[in-house]
């Protein structure tokens, strides 16, 4: 591997065509800034692309068959640009000049920017000089893909499954002609979600996903808007009901503290 390398993940961006024309046209004057300077012919950069689409994918050196593919395309997967000298193939990566830039809307930690040399003022310069082009593209997708989201639509199981299982144990437990049955039906019925909830978390985490993905390759039509719009709302509707239900509760409790 080239003696020196830096890289950095790329999260939360949004690349239309024009993004893509102004990522590819900066690292076509890194590679033209650097040929016109070297005169060794095995160490000149060489800019390529590899792009997956609705399940096909290409290894291209022409731009603008990528941006053909990418207007044509209904769901692109993946997008690399890959700016390599020869050097650095020909000693199988232990020398030479290389950036690696890689989107990828179905892995985010396939997200990221390398770049690699044995001259570590380049690299020095040249990490800083993509990363703050790429930034210019950054989203808000940020708010949503952040562990706290996570925590809270965990939290949202919890009071949902203690909440059915308390409607399951006062609508059912009559029924039983047992010792405790409010007790046994609120634990069945809790039990029974707790294992529904393992594959709904999961379900809800990839709904997130989907609605705030951490590269968006394109604007999404105004279904994907409205239905966005509508999970957010009953996301937050669940939420701030579960939040003002407890929160009842909890004044209800101290109330009757100081109530004589």
């Known amino acids: 591997m080239s003696q020196f390398l830096r890289d950095t993940l790329l999260k939360n961006l ?21 040929n016109q300077s070297c005169s060794d012919t095995t160490k000149s950069l060489k800019l390529h692309y590899v792009i997956r689409f609705d399940q096909n994918g290409f290894v291209l050196y022409d731009f603008a068959k990528v941006k053909d593919y990418f207007r044509s395309a209904k769901s692109i997967e993946r997008l690399v640009f890959s700016l390599i000298s020869d050097e650095h193939n020909q000693s199988a990566k232990l020398k030479g000049k290389n950036i690696d830039l890689r989107f990828d809307a179905i892995n985010q930690n396939n997200c990221f920017i390398i770049v690699q040399d044995d001259d570590q003022s380049w690299v020095d310069s040249i990490l800083p000089r993509m990363v703050h082009l790429i930034n210019k593209f950054a989203n808000k997708n940020y708010l949503i893909r952040n562990l706290y989201v996570t925590f809270l639509v965990q939290i949202l199981g919890v009071f949902l499954g203690i909440l059915f299982s308390l409607w399951m144990a006062m609508r059912f437990s009559s029924n039983l002609k047992i010792t405790n049955p409010f007790g046994f039906t609120f634990l069945i019925a809790l039990v029974l979600f707790s294992n529904v909830w393992t594959y709904l978390y999961p379900f809800c985490l990839k709904a997130v996903d989907y609605f705030w993905p951490n590269i968006a390759f394109k604007e999404r039509g105004e279904v994907y808007k409205i239905c966005k719009a509508l999970f957010f709302a009953a996301f937050s509707a669940l939420f701030l009901g579960m939040f003002g239900w407890l929160f009842h509760k909890i004044f209800n409790f101290v109330a009757s503290l100081f109530v004589k």
């Open 14 to 34: 949004t690349l239309e065509e024009k993004v893509i024309d102004e990522i590819n046209s900066e690292l076509v004057k890194i590679r033209d800034e650097f």
